[in-house]
C-alpha cells in the first residue's frame, strides 16, 4: 500500500533497484558492473577497482 506522499526514492526496493547500490561496482574503464562486492578488478578490462 504505497501512499501518493512517500517518495519513490524512500522505498528500499523497486523496479531495477537502486543504482547507488551497485554504483561503486561500475568498472570506470568499459563501465561493466563487477560480479564480487566489493569489486577488486573489472572481469572485463581487468582494471582495477576502488571501493569507495
Ligand atoms: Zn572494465
Do not use: F, K, N, Y
Amino acid at each position: 500500500m504505497s501512499s501518493p506522499e512517500r517518495s519513490r526514492a524512500e522505498l528500499p526496493d523497486g523496479e531495477g533497484g537502486d543504482p547507488a547500490c551497485w554504483m561503486h561496482r561500475v568498472c570506470q574503464e568499459c563501465g561493466r558492473l563487477a560480479d564480487e562486492d566489493p569489486p577488486t578488478r573489472c572481469p572485463s578490462c581487468g582494471a582495477a577497482l576502488e571501493a569507495l
